[in-house]
C-alpha cells in the first residue's frame, strides 16, 4: 500500500491527461460529419486505447 501511495503524485496527472484526451476525442467525434474510417471504430480506439487511442484519432482520424 506504501507503494501505490508513493506512486499517486505521478499517477494523478497522468489520469487527468487521459481523461482530458479521451473527453476532446469523443467531443471531436461527435460533432464532426466526416472522419476516416467508421466512427464506431475510431470511439473503441479512443475509450480503448489508453492515452495513445485519443492521440491517434486527433492526429490522423479525422478527416478536414
Known amino acids: 500500500m506504501e507503494e501505490i501511495t508513493s ?5 494523478i496527472p497522468l489520469i487527468l491527461l487521459q481523461l ?3 473527453i476532446v476525442a469523443v467531443r471531436d467525434l461527435v460533432r464532426r460529419e466526416r472522419t476516416r474510417g467508421p466512427k464506431w471504430v475510431w470511439a473503441i480506439i479512443i ?12 492526429a490522423i482520424g479525422r478527416e478536414e
Open 20 to 22: 482530458i484526451l479521451i
Open 7 to 11: 506512486l499517486l503524485p505521478l499517477l
Open 47 to 58: 475509450i480503448f486505447v489508453n492515452l495513445i487511442g485519443p492521440i491517434v484519432y486527433l
